[in-house]
């Protein structure tokens, strides 16, 4: 998708919220780690879809730092490629 724009719609988002800028939390399927940390997240908050909120999802993770530290070898990486 960041390679070939054109071919999909993209939105960025942005908040002005302080306590809703996490660049450590990482939500995306690109590596199997990735998976297992968003059906944790599914799991605990699946009466809630399609809209699960964000602060939510926030609060849980800084309680379960264990499936953060799953993500966190692509957080620099992954970053690299968003607009912050």
Do not use: W
Request: charged share 25%; hydrophobic share 40%; net charge positive.
């Amino acid at each position: 998708m960041c390679e070939n724009p054109g071919k999909f719609f993209l939105q960025r988002l942005r908040t002005e919220i302080p306590k809703l800028q996490r660049p450590d939390i990482r939500l995306t399927v690109d590596y199997p780690e990735d998976l297992v940390l968003c059906r944790a997240v599914y799991r605990e908050f699946k009466h809630f879809t399609p809209r699960i909120p964000l602060q939510s999802i926030i609060d849980f993770l800084d309680a379960n730092p264990q499936l953060k530290s799953l993500v966190d070898p692509y957080i620099a990486e992954g970053l690299k490629t968003m607009y912050l």
